[in-house]
């Protein structure tokens, strides 16, 4: 008898030891879907490369969330986000423009189809999911396009002066730039990855003027990325505060469609891959946290501006902060910001304690304002900083949103007090008194 109690309790001990770490209760709190399609639709210039649509559709039991990323210079859809809402009842979407100079014009209306089209199969294969993320710190890809000059204002790298050359052939790295690629990974329970958002800040137009549709070097670094991973992987590039920088490495611009010089696209190849290279090996490095709690949190605002020079130009700048699993910020702005915006906000937010990145060219209401500069690149002026069209937004208005964001960082994950403090903190004792043995004679 006491025998058999021995065996029915080592039965017990296995039984227990090989249940699976997850169980169906514990993973329904975070859902996840992605899916690709092709949005290319302009036929009025020859086709390089494709251009596509990819989508991460996140789900939890407080929000429902679509990432959209898409091979265009600007896409914004109230349509869209109209249908998201009503027809598939996402709480948010967010329409990532990788702002690539080559899309040609393209069909609003077939692009807002294949969308949906992807929303909808991104929902049917939703599976219980983990996020992690990170970045990681690389030799850079691009410059700061707008060069400091004998007077002190900027111009143009695409413009020579007595010292230096245009288009700078020489690739001196000039100016501020983010030296990280940041990496968002999804993965099912069995570990394997199944959407990477990758995340650089650096302007789409090594091929521009190329009379050609070319999803640019983003494209290249998306296949890339999916090949290394597989068939079942869907990797989305969202573009960072990439305003005012230019790739190292570019194609020689056509003086128009019937000129015989043809673009170099193993520019945009060697860029892409890398991309793909540093990306692919920090996805692979992430871990996922053991916990299967997950959360989203986000808190959306709109902010008003006037032009620099015309006050009767307004803008209303929609943003939105998102906060997964306590750790991971993603900050979202429309239009074109520039990189001192983006470097001060992710020091301001890992010193606060999270994992931070900058969602530029990311639209979902409100004004799309073209560039954003700092209040530096403001002051000296050039192509973005005081030259937009149709007209440059208020001095300042790239601080305050990136002030804005930090502040509801701060909010969403609680460091904030909505009372006055300090609460809860005990006091201890006002002196720490430690005995020193005496000497021995």
């Known amino acids: 008898m006491e025998k058999m109690k021995l065996i029915t309790k080592l039965w017990i001990i296995l039984l227990i030891a090989v249940q699976p770490v997850f169980s169906s209760a514990a993973t329904a709190d975070l859902l996840a879907g992605t899916a690709k399609v092709t949005i290319t639709s302009s036929s009025e210039i020859p086709l390089h490369?494709?251009?596509?649509?990819?989508?991460?559709?996140?789900?939890?039991?407080?929000?429902?969330?679509?990432?959209?990323?898409?091979?265009?210079?600007i896409f914004t859809s109230d349509k869209l986000v109209q249908r998201c809402k009503e027809k598939l009842g996402i709480s948010q979407i967010l329409i990532s423009s990788s702002h690539t100079h080559s899309s040609g014009r393209s069909d609003k209306e077939y692009i807002d189809s294949q969308i949906?089209?992807?929303?909808?199969?991104?929902?049917?294969?939703?599976?219980?999911?983990?996020?992690?993320?990170?970045?990681?710190?690389?030799?850079?890809?691009?410059?700061?396009?707008?060069?400091?000059?004998?007077?002190?204002?900027?111009?143009?790298?695409?413009?020579?002066?007595?010292?230096?050359?245009?288009e700078n052939p020489e690739r001196i790295p000039f100016g501020p730039v983010d030296h990280d690629v940041g990496v968002i990974?999804?993965?099912?329970?069995?570990?394997?990855?199944?959407?990477?958002?990758?995340?650089?800040?650096?302007?789409?137009?090594?091929?521009?003027?190329?009379?050609?549709?070319?999803?640019?070097?983003?494209?290249?670094?998306?296949?890339?990325?999916?090949?290394?991973?597989?068939?079942?992987?869907?990797c989305l590039f969202v573009q960072g505060a990439g305003g005012d920088i230019e790739s190292l490495i570019?194609?020689?611009?056509?003086?128009?469609?019937?000129?015989?010089?043809?673009?170099?696209?193993?520019?945009?190849e060697r860029v892409g891959e890398l991309l793909a290279w540093e990306t692919t090996k920090l996805a692979k490095n992430l871990k996922a946290p053991k916990e299967v709690t997950s959360t989203i949190k986000i808190m959306k605002d709109s902010l008003q501006f006037k032009g620099r020079f015309k006050q009767d130009a307004d803008y209303n700048i929609f943003i939105s902060t998102i906060l997964i699993n306590d750790?991971?910020?993603?900050?979202?702005?429309?239009?074109?910001?520039?990189?001192?915006?983006?470097?001060?906000?992710?020091?301001?937010?890992?010193?606060?304690?999270?994992?931070?990145?900058?969602?530029?060219?990311?639209?979902?209401?409100?004004?799309?304002?073209?560039?954003?500069?700092?209040?530096?690149?403001?002051?000296?002026?050039?192509?973005?900083?005081?030259?937009?069209?149709?007209?440059?937004?208020?001095?300042?208005?790239?601080?305050?949103?990136?002030?804005?964001?930090?502040?509801?960082?701060?909010?969403?994950?609680?460091?904030?007090?909505?009372?006055?403090?300090?609460?809860?903190?005990?006091?201890?004792?006002?002196?720490?008194?430690?005995?020193?043995p005496a000497e021995e004679n």
């Open 327 to 436: 750790d991971i910020v993603i900050a979202t702005c429309p239009g074109e910001p520039f990189v001192r915006l983006q470097l001060e906000l992710k020091r301001k937010i890992r010193e606060a304690g999270g994992t931070p990145f900058l969602f530029g060219y990311t639209w979902f209401e409100g004004t799309w304002p073209n560039y954003i500069p700092d209040i530096l690149a403001a002051a000296r002026g050039g192509y973005g900083a005081d030259q937009s069209w149709p007209e440059p937004i208020a001095v300042g208005a790239g601080e305050t949103i990136m002030n804005k964001h930090f502040e509801n960082y701060l909010r969403i994950n609680g460091l904030m007090r909505t009372d006055c403090g300090p609460v809860g903190f005990k006091g201890g004792s006002q002196w720490k008194i430690t005995e020193i």
């Open 116 to 166: 949906i089209k992807a929303l909808q199969e991104a929902e049917k294969s939703m599976f219980p999911a983990r996020i992690s993320a990170g970045s990681k710190t690389f030799p850079q890809l691009g410059f700061n396009r707008l060069i400091v000059r004998e007077d002190g204002h900027s111009r143009e790298s695409w413009f020579s002066d007595e010292h230096y050359t245009s």
């Open 185 to 234: 990974k999804v993965e099912d329970l069995s570990g394997n990855p199944r959407a990477i958002l990758m995340n650089y800040a650096m302007h789409s137009d090594i091929v521009c003027s190329n009379y050609e549709i070319s999803a640019d070097y983003p494209g290249v670094a998306c296949r890339k990325v999916e090949e290394a991973f597989g068939d079942d992987m869907t």
């Open 49 to 73: 490369d494709s251009l596509y649509a990819r989508v991460l559709l996140l789900k939890t039991p407080e929000h429902k969330l679509a990432f959209v990323a898409v091979d265009q210079g």
């Open 250 to 268: 570019i194609s020689s611009r056509r003086k128009g469609p019937d000129d015989p010089f043809k673009s170099d696209y193993r520019t945009i």
